[in-house]
T-cell receptor, first 113, second 114 residues
Framework: DAGVIQSPRHEVTEMGQEVTLRCKPISGHDYLFWYRQTMMRGLELLIYFNNNVPIDDSGMPEDRFSAKMPNASFSTLKIQPSEPRDSAVYFC???????????FGPGTRLTVL | DQQVKQNSPSLSVQEGRISILNCDYTNSMFDYFLWYKKYPAEGPTFLISISSIKDKNEDGRFTVFLNKSAKHLSLHIVPSQPGDSAVYFCAAKYSGGGADGLTFGKGTHLIIQP
């Protein structure tokens, strides 16, 4: 059974460019989470969806960040325009029941020059 | 303000011995706790969890202990094996009220010495 799939695995871009990160959750999971990992702040929740509806986006750092989930099998996290301080590893996770265990994808390492 | 704290950035243990990783939390609303293991260039992998109605949960070589009064949990690995070398994250959540995201500690890098 496939786990959470993220693409791309690595992204290098220049400041000011638009970046789109993609996630496919585990089939049958109704919850999808986006996390960011940095050295300074560790792993922090950005936003999560339940049944494709955004529930809590209080962790999204700025208006430059947006996330969508057009259907149960796909979500995007977009940064426009990107800045060097956005450099981090971005993880997507999914859960069958939002109350309990979340399963993580391999992450996208983003570098903004 | 960190609500979940792992005060040991790294821990070195000899193969075959017990590894004990510690975690403290400050938010008394947390009622579900998880440990994740992470290898370089991979996502965190779920290891074991515990609900606040229990004080111990065991799964093979892994045991998690919860002390609610002290707001402290620990992960015991026995015996430790070379493949256990990884970063271990403690995570907590409140399972009610729609607050479904996990709050993570900053991790402890466990190194198993041969």
């Amino acid at each position: 059974d496939a786990g959470v799939i993220q693409s791309p695995r690595h992204e290098v871009t220049e400041m000011g460019q638009e970046v789109t990160l993609r996630c496919k959750p585990i089939s049958g999971h109704d919850y999808l989470f986006w996390y960011r990992q940095t050295m300074m702040r560790g792993l922090e929740l950005l936003i999560y969806f339940n049944n494709n509806v955004p529930i809590d986006d209080s962790g999204m750092p700025e208006d430059r960040f947006s996330a969508k989930m057009p259907n149960a099998s796909f979500s995007t996290l977009k940064i426009q325009p990107s800045e060097p301080r956005d450099s981090a590893v971005y993880f997507c996770a999914s859960s069958r029941d939002g109350r309990y265990t979340q399963y993580f994808g391999p992450g996208t390492r983003l570098t903004v020059l | 303000d960190q609500q979940v704290k792992q005060n040991s950035p790294s821990l070195s243990v000899q193969e075959g011995r017990i590894s004990i990783l510690n975690c403290d939390y400050t938010n008394s609303m947390f009622d579900y706790f998880l440990w994740y293991k992470k290898y370089p260039a991979e996502g965190p992998t779920f290891l074991i969890s515990i609900s606040s109605i229990k004080d111990k949960n065991e799964d093979g070589r892994f045991t998690v202990f919860l002390n609610k009064s002290a707001k402290h949990l620990s992960l015991h690995i026995v015996p430790s094996q070379p493949g256990d070398s990884a970063v271990y994250f403690c995570a907590a959540k409140y399972s009610g009220g729609g607050a479904d995201g996990l709050t993570f500690g900053k991790g402890t890098h466990l190194i198993i010495q041969p």
